[in-house]
């Protein structure tokens, strides 16, 4: 997030996209809910009808994966309404003429015609947008989740450069993370291509800083795979081994038939993880190890904050901590790795990372700090870009339109879209062990809407089949005001009924992240009625 999620409820404007934001962030859609009370304008833009319509000057339902043609309507209204930031354009952006051509095309009507949005509609957001001092766009993996997912991203970051909307109170391009501390994760290098604070593996002086602070030599330049590459690979027999750490594939990859089948060729899976998932119960090796609520140490969320977590509760008897498991391999290997705890740790965490280097564990005692904090006596960043963009000058994108991987078609006529509950988290592994969560969302279900159900003659609570290319599955129907003819939700959490047994396994060529957001589906009355 370029801004603070506190920061969201002192918009004037806020657009949000790609997020069903008051099931997946419950707390953070209050201060959203908060921002219109105090009367903000609220846009929601989503092909589903979520909750958060509720609170919205006005919904607007996109096609889904036809986002980029509507953030290009948009600017083209506000550039042919002269509505743009001409003062922020010439000082902090570059590429601007190219932009301009770009988006030329995409007149209010054409947009409608592609996405469905009313051209009325797409003119009434873009003017209160621009026209706003403070305006925020918040996303979440709605908009990433395509095979266009990088540019959805870079289109927003154009939309907000557009109107001067960032490096300032109230604006900002704000993505919500999915899970706690993926932002931690990335920021530590949990990413094939860099080490922490993003610094890219084959940078010649980002390995030698680490060669030193580690006195070795040869780390590699070679940047790693991503996760749905190894999946491939493996497929292929060229990737022979995986350590899977607090993940659970065999139920969020895509085309799970298929990652079942790579996993299985595999010469050594280990899996490391608190419970024994649907992975774990086809690894070779499962080494048992801590919830974050039996140990140390810290979290960085959304908004880039680093924050203590502290011990919650006694641990087991048998499973060690995350750390200890890994070290203990590493020395194994012939890399002897020897700590006393998360506090060591951090230390070396922010002597080699230079977005953290003032962060130390004491000064986060009692309240987080925003990277970068360059040295101990910086007080922290909330707000991102506010001289000026990490590159220098922010660089407009021309990107056009790109429709999805896999559009409707006689046979299959219905689009799917994956996503999450209020209920449970990510695949289940801690939500589905409590039984109170379990008997608020037993099991899975397939929200229609009533027209669809209707013409396919099915019943609210009866079972119906949804099949894609890739394979099958069983679920309840849930007609529901949510949805949208012609679109279908599952969420994905249930591996008794895995939606991404349904899901294409197509990826964003830069982010390499599958297109889990649009597949084509038919829905039958099952075979066995």
């Given amino acids: 997030m370029t801004n603070t999620i506190a920061d969201i409820e002192t918009a004037d404007v806020i657009i949000v996209t790609g997020s069903n934001t008051t099931e997946n962030h419950p707390v953070l859609s209050s201060f959203m809910k908060r921002a219109t009370k105090r009367g903000a304008k609220l846009y929601v833009i989503e092909p589903r009808k979520i909750k958060l319509t509720e609170y919205a000057t006005k919904w607007l339902r996109q096609e889904p994966g036809r986002d980029i043609s509507w953030i290009n309507g948009m600017m083209r209204v506000i550039l042919k309404e002269d509505l743009h930031d001409k003062a922020f354009i010439e000082k902090r952006t570059e590429n601007f003429e190219a932009l301009k051509e770009a988006v030329e095309p995409y007149t209010p009507e054409f947009v409608e015609s592609i996405t469905g949005i009313k051209a009325d509609d797409l003119i009434e957001v873009a003017r209160e947008f621009a026209k706003a001092d403070a305006a925020t766009l918040c996303y979440c993996m709605g908009i ?6 990088t540019d959805n991203v870079k289109s927003l970051a154009n939309l907000s450069m557009l109107c001067g909307h960032l490096g300032k109170p109230g604006g900002g391009v704000n993505p919500l993370r999915g899970q706690n501390n993926v932002q931690g994760a990335c920021d530590m290098g949990g990413l094939p291509n860099v080490f922490t604070a993003y610094q890219k593996v084959d940078d010649d002086k980002a390995r030698n800083s680490y060669e030193q602070a580690w006195d070795i030599t040869g780390l590699s330049g070679t940047p790693g795979l991503p996760v749905t590459e190894m999946i491939d690979k493996a497929y292929k027999g060229e990737f022979k081994s995986l350590f899977i750490i607090g993940e659970n594939p065999l139920v969020s990859d895509p085309d799970l038939n298929h990652a079942r089948k790579a996993m299985e060729k595999l010469e050594l899976m280990v899996v490391q993880d608190i419970f024994l998932t649907e992975t774990a119960q086809i690894a070779d090796v499962v080494l048992p190890s801590l919830c974050f609520a039996e140990k140390n140490g810290t979290f960085t969320n959304s908004e880039r904050r680093i924050q203590r977590v502290r011990k919650a509760v006694e641990p087991p008897e ?16 012939g890399v002897p790795m020897d700590y006393e705890g998360p506090e060591q740790i951090f230390e070396e965490i922010r002597q080699v990372t230079p977005s953290y280097r003032g962060v130390t564990w004491e000064r986060i005692e009692h309240l987080g700090i925003h990277w970068p904090c360059p040295e101990t006596s910086h007080e922290g960043t909330p707000i991102l870009h506010t001289m000026q963009f990490t590159r220098g000058k922010g660089l407009f994108h021309a990107i056009s339109h790109v429709i999805p991987a896999e559009t409707p078609d006689e046979e299959y006529p219905y689009i799917l879209t994956t996503g999450r509950i209020l209920y449970h988290y990510h695949t289940g592994t801690m939500t589905m ?22 013409k396919l003659n099915l019943e609210d609570g009866s079972m119906v089949d949804v099949s894609s290319r890739r394979g099958t599955i069983q679920a309840k129907v849930e007609v ?6 012609g679109t279908v939700f599952i969420p994905f959490h249930f591996a008794s009924a895995a939606a991404n047994t349904l899901t294409n ?25």
């Fill in 505 to 529: 396994a197509k990826l964003d060529p830069t982010a390499k992240i599958p297109e889990f957001k649009v597949c084509a589906i038919k829905l039958e009355q099952p075979a066995t009625a």
């Fill in 433 to 454: 062990k409590t039984s109170g969560l379990n008997m608020l969302a037993p099991e899975c279900f397939v929200e229609i809407s009533s027209n669809d159900a209707q």
């Fill in 318 to 333: 048998g499973p060690w901590e995350d750390w200890k498991i890994i070290t203990a391999i590493a020395s194994k290997m």
């Fill in 144 to 149: 990433t989740q395509h095979i266009c997912g």
């Fill in 480 to 485: 529901s005001p949510k949805a949208v003819d």
